[in-house]
């Protein structure tokens, strides 16, 4: 099902900015009991992301009038959200008072494996890096091809994840996750300041380590602090936390990641 | 006008990739006395940017043929082409067979002033910077939001065009067009291997330098190259070659550039 400024539609302007453009931006929701979960922290990266690209922020009351309206019959799915800058302007120019459009979609929920989560995953490094740029850094934008290549580069089902790179060989993300390195009990992620896409998990998970008193740290990694790592995870807010067991056909413990810290996150969403 | 896949049509299906992820093409073309130009070297690009992200091609004929279709009755207008992946594929993984959509869309002249090519431009320097994205350097894809912010910093129309530079602060290209320095009567434009998107209209000047025996080098350049050249100019397949007069204020000399190179690009397109 999807709604299309509130109205149900299977179609979209073909001049539409986003799609001309990739003029936009988006938000992948867990549902669960007929409700988007952390909708709160969904809305506040949009809001964030609409003020960076100028465009303007759909109505918070109306839109999770219209998300309760495509979630309210779904036990367990996900609520896509798309808002993009709508039509007119000249070439890249956005009109002066753009009219945005925006598309709300229930998909049915990734069948992953459980085994994922509780026994880890089996990651590659992915050929295609992210991009440095600094612009668009932390956004969840709707221009994603180097995920859309990176995610191509492999068929393997046994492959859960790419580790993506930036230009200068830097671990920044997983093609639709974010890294997490722990190095005795504490955590690293990478800094998304020149690229990469500022997760909500991510943001949920420091902001738990810090509630749990797990030293975490956003800076620059290399690949050699994954290497000699205790353990790796990727997060985003459909699958949680999966560990990885093996990274580029080396062996990791997909145990080293503090109990508490899974427990905790668990505990706190209920979809998982 | 609007077509397709070869109909006529305004919408397009509100799932496709190319709204998504931006996971598809463009092109931009001049039209003439009822024909596509250069549409030779437009389709030799499209081809190289579908081999790229594995995009199957439209066949060439048919593309042809439903580009008459919109430029037969046109006497000076533009035309726009954009191929997506189409529908399909699970998140950023794209569908084993992927079912490209085309798009053509037939486009007024955009009226610039002819003092613009005849007497220079004034242009500014954006801050936003182009990103260094090696996947996704010189393809002209939907990824477009950088040029879109860049192009939304200024309104003042006396301003033509926009510079960008590279995150370390190296001229890459203008928001819509590609930079060329002139010194000593010599040709440079930058190297787009790691940001930017290869012009057509770069492509053609390069070719007709070396045909002058116009010395012309691709290499990375400075800011304090452009502020000590003779001369500098944008160029794309619409605008054909525009020289600045003033960059950020400060004067340029729009009458350094090769008036050889100028006359044959005149003659060689007739709809300049």
Same mark, same amino acid.
């Given at each position: ?5 509130? $109205? ?9 900015? =986003?799609?001309?453009?990739?003029? =936009? ?23 964030? +992301?609409?003020?960076? &690209? +100028? ?30 800058? =709508? ?54 934008? !709707? ?5 859309? !290549? ?7 089902? $046994? ?13 920044? $993300?997983?093609?639709?996750?974010? &890294?997490?390195?722990?190095?005795? =009990? ?12 500022? +997760? ?23 690949? $050699? ?5 205790? +353990? !790796? ?40």
């Amino acid at each position: 099902l999807l709604l299309i400024n509130g $109205e149900p539609a299977t179609t979209i302007d073909a001049t539409d900015r =986003g799609l001309q453009y990739g003029d =936009g931006l988006f938000e992948t929701c867990a549902i669960w009991n007929g409700r988007p979960q952390q909708w709160q922290q969904h809305f506040h990266r949009l809001t964030l +992301g609409c003020k960076r &690209l +100028g465009i303007p922020l759909p109505d918070g009351t109306l839109l999770y009038q219209e998300a309760m309206q495509l979630c309210h019959a779904v036990s367990r799915g996900v609520l896509k959200i798309v808002v993009t800058r =709508g039509g007119g302007g000249r070439g890249y120019r956005p009109p002066a008072q753009p009219a945005p459009n925006r598309l709300l979609q229930s998909l049915p929920w990734p069948d992953y494996p459980a085994s994922y989560r509780q026994r880890g995953i089996r990651a590659r490094l992915c050929a295609t890096p992210v991009g440095q740029s600094p612009a668009l850094a932390g956004l969840k934008s !709707l221009n994603r091809l180097e995920q859309v !290549l990176a995610r191509a580069e492999w068929s393997d089902p $046994e492959i859960a994840e790419g580790l993506m790179l930036d230009p200068a060989g830097h671990p920044v $993300e997983g093609t639709m996750s974010n &890294l997490f390195v722990v190095i005795d =009990g504490c955590l690293r992620t990478p800094d998304l300041s020149r690229g990469g896409v500022a +997760g909500i998990m991510r943001q949920l998970i420091i902001e738990m380590a810090a509630t749990l008193a797990i030293e975490c740290r956003v800076d620059t990694l290399t690949l $050699e602090d994954l290497w000699s790592a205790d +353990g !790796l995870f990727f997060c985003n807010s459909l699958i949680g936390l999966w560990p990885v067991r093996e990274l580029a056909g080396q062996a990791m413990d997909p145990e080293a990641i503090p109990r508490r810290l899974i427990e905790s996150l668990t505990n706190q969403l209920e979809y998982l």
